[in-house]
């Protein structure tokens, strides 16, 4: 006698009216108001490095698929555009281009492709193409354009430091902590609007909030992580501050410097890197958010979101392991 056994697939599991593709392209739409503030601040270079780093991310994905894995090729689903434009988002507007190039690669080849394409990474892609770009090439990814609005001529721009950069060299020479807020080129609603140096999509607060409300009102994702994150920074920070207001920075400066929330909104939201209950949602947003201010306070890098969501992705199986959203149609046991 036959038995019809049910098949599951790999994650995501959520199934609904909505397709991979819609997905997808409701997340490139969210990312669109950072992509403009780039655009407005850091001009031509801005646009030069998306269009790279697409176009490298789509070529190397219908490639490996058509010419190594010999199957189906999914780049009209969106997934490589997302990856190219977030990995875009995390480097400076005057990376090189083969360096934009072998970061792609990674992110596709190594940390996508490798695993067996888009529902079975275990890390954040473009993630893992921006930190080994990092480690690889830390000079060319750490020199940060001054923002200069809708400069578009193709010359080469004066570089500076980021506030969190200025914030931990200060520091550690013994400065004030005062002092060095008082000396930065930046005031809190500049870091709002986008008014200073960084990556190219995590700049403007203000852009990014706006694309995670788009997302939320879309349901393509949901509030559990990246509150969790911004709320556990907050948190500690605060204590610090509190604790030694001359040395620790304000709670405030944090959220709205570095990568905080465009890896809160569009990096660890992830659906397939992340858990899938809402309980483990929110205990990967709180690891995320720990170990970003252990990185930001006591490490030897000023920023530590990438490498949290990097460490915390590979927790994602435990967790999803340890707290389990309730079985379509099990019996809930009364307490």
């Not at 934009?100 to 954040?124: D, H, Q, R």
């Not at 930046?186 to 995670?212: K, V």
């Not at 979101?305 to 590979?314: D, T």
Request: positive net charge.
């Amino acid at each position: 006698m036959s038995i019809n056994r049910l098949t599951v697939s790999m994650s995501p599991h959520d199934h609904g009216k909505d397709s991979v593709k819609k997905i997808m392209y409701g997340v490139v739409i969210a990312m669109i108001p950072a992509l403009l503030v780039s655009i407005y601040y850091f001009g031509f270079d801005a646009i030069r490095v998306n269009l790279i780093a697409i176009a490298s991310c789509v070529f190397f994905e219908w490639a490996i698929q058509k010419f190594i894995l010999k199957g189906k090729t999914s780049v009209v689903d969106g997934s490589a555009i997302v990856t190219g434009m977030l990995l875009a988002f995390n480097v400076p507007s005057n990376l090189p281009w083969w360096i934009i190039i072998i970061g792609s690669l990674v992110a596709i080849g190594i940390a996508k492709m490798t695993f067996g394409g888009l529902g079975n990474n275990p890390f954040n892609p473009a993630l893992v193409g921006r930190v080994f770009m990092l480690i690889s090439f830390p000079v060319e990814m750490t020199s940060w354009p001054k923002v200069s609005v809708l400069n578009f001529a193709m010359t080469d721009a004066q570089t500076g430091a980021t506030p969190l950069a200025i914030i931990k060299e200060g520091v550690k020479n013994g400065e004030s902590l005062s002092s060095i807020m008082d000396s930065l080129p930046t005031s809190y609603t500049d870091m709002f609007l986008g008014n200073m140096g960084g990556s190219l999509g995590e700049i403007s607060a203000a852009a990014l909030i706006l694309g995670g409300l788009f997302m939320l009102f879309r349901k393509i994702i949901t509030w559990h992580i990246p509150v969790s994150i911004l709320g556990t920074v907050a948190i500690f920070t605060g204590i610090l501050y509190g604790i030694d207001p001359s040395k620790y920075a304000h709670p405030l400066f944090h959220l709205l410097t570095g990568g905080l929330l465009l890896g809160a909104i569009f990096m660890a939201t992830d659906m397939v890197t992340s858990p899938m209950s809402k309980m483990g949602m929110i205990i990967f947003g709180v690891g995320i958010g720990a170990i970003t201010v252990l990185i930001r306070v006591w490490g030897v890098y000023p920023e530590g979101v990438s490498f949290a969501i990097l460490i915390m992705n590979a927790f994602v199986p435990l967790i999803n392991k340890g707290f389990k959203p309730s079985r379509f149609g099990e019996k809930i046991k009364k307490q």
